[in-house]
C-alpha cells in the first residue's frame, strides 16, 4: 500500500510540475510588463505593456484550468498515448464545460450576476460558458482521470471491421460518458466540497505570519519526498492561497493575485496577504549562508574543491531558484541538518512576513525586477537587504555550529583515506564493462543507463526542474555503487522501484541523452 501510493504520489508530481514549469517564465514576462505601466514610463512602454500583459493574463492566466488538464493528462500517458492524451485532455475539458452548463439550463440552477458578476455564486464563466465555478481543481482532476483512462484502456482491441474504434478511441467512449456523469453529479457535489475549501482557507489566512512559518518549513521537510508539490500548487493557484477581487474579476491562488496586482499596480493600495507566500528568501540568501558554512568548516587544503562546487550550486539557485543540487549535498548526509534547514526556511518567511516584504521572489532576478513593479510604501522592498543579511547570517551559523558540535562530514570534511572500503561486486563490473566506450554518448549518460539496470529495466523516465525522475521494472537490477561513484549528480533518491537522480538545471537535456541511448541499445538488441 505504501509503495503504492508513494508511486502514484511521484507520478502526480512529475504531471503537475510540467504545465508549472511554464508559469514561471509567465510570471517574468508579466512582471517585465507591469514595470513598463508604471506611470513614470513613456507612453509608448505603457502601451507596449498593457497590449501584452493582457495577451498573457487572458490567454495563460485567466485558461490555467485548461492549460492543467492537457500538461497532467499528457504527462501521465505513456509515451505512445501522449499525443492522443493531450487530444483528449481538451476534449474531455469543453464536454465538461458544455455538459455542465446544460445540466445547470434543464434543472433551472444558473446563477444571476449580481453587481460583482458571478462572484459569491459558486459559479463562474469558462471559455463564454456559465459553469460550477472549480477553479484550477477542475483541470487538475480531468486531467488526471484522462491520463489513467487512456493508461487504462489504450489497448483495448476490437474486431477487424471496427479496428478504427479500438485502442484510445475506445477509451475516448468511456472517457466520454464518465465526464457528462461527472459534470451533472458535481453540481450537487461540489458546492459543499466549497464550503470546506473556504473554512481551510479562513483558517490558512488568519494565520498569519505562523502559517507562512509552517508553509515554508513542511515545504523543505518534504522536498526529499517529492511532496512538496502538493503543498506550494494549491497555494499557488487555487482557493487555498486566496480569493481577491480586482479591477472587477476574481482571483484564486497567490501567484494568480500577485499577478492580477502586478496588472493593475496603479490602482493598488493595499497588498492582499496572500503575497507572504511568494516573498522567498529560500534560493537567495540561504544558500549563501549554507555555502559559508561548508566552505568555512571545510579542511583548509580541501576549500578550493569545496568552492568550485559550491558556486554553481549557489549561483544556479539565485539565478534559478534551483536549490536542490545545494541541498542534496547533506539531505542524506544529515537528516538532523535538514530539519535545521527547514526549520530556518520556514523563520525566514515568518521573519519576511513579519516586516512586511510584499513583492514575490524566489530567485534573485524576478526579486530585482518586481522591486520596481510596486512603490515601496506597498512592498516596503527597502527592508529586503536587511532581511537578506538577517536570513543569511542565521543560516550560517545555524549550519556551522551543528556541523562542529556534531562532527557531521559534510563537504570537503573527510578524513584523508586513499580508501572507503567498498567492495566492487562481480555484477558492478559486469554492468561497467558492458558500456560501450566506442559510443558517441558519454560515460555519464551510459552509467546512468548502467546503474538502473540497463535499458530493459527501465519502465518510464521523467524529469521536473532538477531531477531525473525514473520507475524501474525490478529494483535488484540497480546497482547503486555504479550510480553512486560513477554518475555525476548532487544526490541519490533511492525508494526501491522509484529512484530519483538529482542532476541540476540541465536535467532535460539529460533525460533527452538518456532516451536516447536506451533507443540505441534497444535497437542494437534486435
Request: net charge neutral; aromatic share 12%; charged share 15%.
Amino acid at each position: 500500500m505504501k509503495e503504492k501510493f508513494m508511486k502514484s504520489a511521484g507520478t502526480f508530481s512529475k504531471a503537475i510540475i510540467q504545465p508549472v514549469m511554464f508559469m514561471a517564465v509567465t510570471g517574468i514576462i508579466l512582471s517585465v510588463c507591469a514595470i513598463f505601466k508604471l506611470e513614470m514610463m513613456p507612453n509608448g512602454f505603457k502601451e507596449v505593456g498593457n497590449f501584452v500583459f493582457n495577451i498573457m493574463s487572458g490567454g495563460m492566466i485567466g485558461q490555467l484550468s485548461a492549460i492543467f488538464c492537457v500538461g497532467i493528462a499528457t504527462a501521465l500517458a505513456k509515451p505512445k498515448y501522449k499525443t492522443d492524451a493531450a487530444i483528449l485532455g481538451i476534449i474531455t475539458y469543453l464536454v465538461f464545460l458544455y455538459a455542465n452548463n446544460a445540466w445547470l439550463t434543464v434543472t433551472n440552477r444558473l446563477a444571476q450576476a449580481g453587481e460583482q458578476g458571478l462572484y459569491g455564486t459558486g459559479q463562474g464563466t469558462v471559455f463564454g460558458i456559465q459553469v460550477t465555478d472549480m477553479g484550477v481543481f477542475l483541470g487538475i482532476l480531468l486531467g488526471v482521470f484522462v491520463g489513467v483512462m487512456v493508461n487504462k484502456f489504450g489497448e483495448i482491441k476490437l474486431h477487424k471491421y471496427l479496428a478504427p474504434y479500438s485502442g484510445t478511441k475506445s477509451a475516448y467512449i468511456l472517457i466520454i460518458f464518465a465526464t457528462i456523469l461527472f459534470a451533472i453529479g458535481i453540481t450537487y457535489f461540489w458546492p459543499a466540497v466549497n464550503s470546506v475549501v473556504e473554512s481551510i482557507v479562513k483558517a490558512t489566512t488568519t494565520a498569519g505570519s505562523v502559517g507562512c512559518f509552517f508553509y515554508g518549513f513542511l515545504n523543505r521537510l518534504l522536498l526529499p519526498l517529492g511532496l512538496h508539490h502538493f503543498l506550494w500548487m494549491p497555494i499557488f493557484y487555487t482557493p487555498l492561497g486566496g480569493t481577491a477581487e480586482i479591477a472587477g474579476q476574481v482571483y484564486n491562488g497567490a501567484f494568480n493575485i500577485w499577478l492580477a496586482e502586478l496588472g493593475n499596480a496603479g490602482s493598488i493600495t493595499a497588498m492582499h496577504p496572500s503575497i507572504g507566500y511568494l516573498a522567498n528568501f529560500g534560493s537567495i540568501s540561504l544558500p549563501i549562508g549554507i555555502a559559508v558554512a561548508f566552505w568555512q568548516t571545510a579542511r583548509p587544503e580541501n576549500r578550493k574543491k569545496v568552492a568550485a562546487i559550491l558556486i554553481p550550486t549557489v549561483t544556479t539557485a539565485f539565478l534559478a531558484g534551483v536549490t536542490e543540487p545545494l541541498e542534496f549535498l547533506f539531505l542524506f548526509l544529515s537528516p538532523l541538518l535538514w530539519i535545521a534547514h527547514a526549520v530556518v526556511y520556514g523563520l525566514s518567511m515568518l521573519i519576511t512576513n513579519l516586516v512586511g516584504i510584499n513583492i514575490q521572489f524566489d530567485t534573485g532576478i524576478n526579486m530585482i525586477i518586481n522591486s520596481f513593479a510596486f512603490p515601496s510604501r506597498l512592498g516596503h522592498q527597502y527592508l529586503i537587504p536587511i532581511v537578506f543579511i538577517v536570513t543569511g547570517v542565521l543560516e550560517y551559523f545555524v549550519f556551522k555550529t551543528l556541523i562542529l558540535k556534531l562532527d557531521i562530514p559534510t563537504l570537503g570534511r573527510e578524513k584523508k583515506d586513499s580508501s572507503d572500503g567498498s567492495v566492487v561486486t562481480d555484477e558492478a563490473v559486469e554492468l561497467q564493462n558492458s558500456i560501450d566506450a566506442d559510443s558517441e554518448f558519454e560515460p555519464q549518460i551510459q552509467n546512468i543507463v548502467a546503474g538502473l539496470g540497463g535499458a530493459d529495466n527501465i519502465e518510464n523516465i521523467i524529469n521536473c526542474y532538477t531531477r531525473l525522475r525514473v520507475d524501474v521494472k525490478d529494483a535488484d537490477k540497480v546497482n547503486m555503487q555504479i550510480l553512486k561513484e560513477k554518475v555525476q549528480s548532487s544526490g541519490i533518491v533511492d525508494k526501491g522501484k522509484h529512484i530519483q537522480i538529482i542532476i541540476g538545471v540541465g536535467v532535460e537535456e539529460e533525460r533527452e541523452k538518456v532516451e536516447a541511448y536506451m533507443a540505441k541499445l534497444k535497437v542494437a538488441e534486435v
